[in-house]
Every structure is written in C-alpha cells, then in structure tokens.
Nanobody, 121 residues
Framework: QVQFVESGGGLVQAGGSLRLSCAAS????????IGWYRQAPGKQRELVAD???????NYVDSVKGRFTISRDNAKNTVYLQMNSLKPEDTAVYYC???????????????WGQGTQVTVSS
C-alpha cells in the first residue's frame, strides 16, 4: 500500500537548520511528484514546496531562499533542507505524492504521520 514516512524534525533555535526526509513506498516514485506540507496549531495545512518527477521545484513565498526540496530516486526519498529557520516555521511537516493541474501541485489522499519541527526564538 502507499506509505510515507517523514523524519528529521526536532527542536532548533531560530537561525538554525534541519533536513527532513520523506521515504515513500507503494508508488512509482521516479514518476511521482512529491509535496511537503506543514500544519501549525490552529491553522490549515499548507503546501510548502513540491518537486516534479523531473526535478522542477516550487516554493511558497514564505520559505523561498531558505528551504530547498530535492529527491533521490534511488532511495525513493525526498528531502527538505530548511535553513535560517524562524519561529513561524514551527509546525508538523508532512509529505505526499500528487500531480500537477494547471501547473499547481495537487496532493493525493495518503499521508504519513508527520514530523514535528519546533523553532525557538
């Protein structure tokens, strides 16, 4: 079955860095677009970054220049390198696979358990 396992979260001071990993199974990974989302307490889940099967990337404005999404098809894994972290980046981070509709990423129905990122000021 389709499964996503997120890891790499933790507690970090503002200005610090973390690298999240998303290991996928049950999908044809090399042909799949993958998205990273986050959900802060009391807020809706938002798409942070996505990467196409050929490596094209998109970012929400609030993380441009600080976050980098990448993929390793040999390991069925997508990464999210997060630098210059801010307290407002605090959230549970999730990944899933999806597709593009009119150039916008549309996530699928399967989610992992997420990984908590906490940025202290």
């Amino acid at each position: 079955q389709v499964q996503f396992v997120e890891s790499g979260g933790g507690l970090v001071q503002a200005g610090g860095s973390l690298r999240l990993s998303c290991a996928a199974s049950g999908i044809t990974f090399s042909r799949s677009a993958i998205g990273w989302y986050r959900q802060a307490p009391g807020k809706q889940r938002e798409l942070v970054a996505d990467i196409s099967s050929v490596g094209r990337t998109n970012y929400v404005d609030s993380v441009k220049g600080r976050f980098t999404i990448s993929r390793d098809n040999a390991k069925n894994t997508v990464y999210l390198q997060m630098n210059s972290l801010k307290p407002e980046d605090t959230a549970v981070y999730y990944c899933n696979s999806g597709y593009y509709r009119n150039a916008y990423y549309v996530g699928g129905a399967y989610w992992g358990q997420g990984t908590q990122v906490t940025v202290s000021s």
